[in-house]
């Protein structure tokens, strides 16, 4: 049974910084490639990073140079580093496969204050 199980949210400052990480079970994690996605309020769910079993990562024009996802195989967990967080940023975040061929875990949410 595959589980998805975020973590790491909270309220932050602009400005300020957060740790989410994202523990998997249930698939061969260490082959896949992974993915962070966000929810915005009203908005439908996006992309904005990825990390390869080879750890190429990509990222959304809009965290480039802000985020840095990573991988602990060993932990089957991805990680995002999120600096420099802006309102904008605000939104539920989940992990998932790239696609997102998995079931979505509960996700973890993210509210930053101007």
């Known amino acids: 049974q595959v589980q998805l199980v975020e973590s790491g949210g909270g309220l932050v400052q602009a400005g300020g910084s957060l740790r989410l990480s994202c523990e998997a079970s249930?698939?061969?994690?260490?082959?896949?490639?992974m993915g962070w996605y966000r929810q915005a309020p009203g908005k439908q769910r996006e992309l904005v990073a990825s990390i390869t079993r080879g750890r190429n990562t990509n990222y959304s024009d809009s965290v480039k140079g802000r985020f840095t996802i990573s991988r602990d195989n060993a932990k089957n967990t991805v990680y995002l580093q999120m600096n420099s967080l802006k309102p904008e940023d605000t939104a539920v975040y989940y992990c998932n496969a790239k696609p997102d061929i998995l079931t979505w875990g509960k996700g973890t949410l993210v509210t930053v204050s101007s």
């Open positions: 249930g698939i061969i994690f260490s082959i896949i490639t």
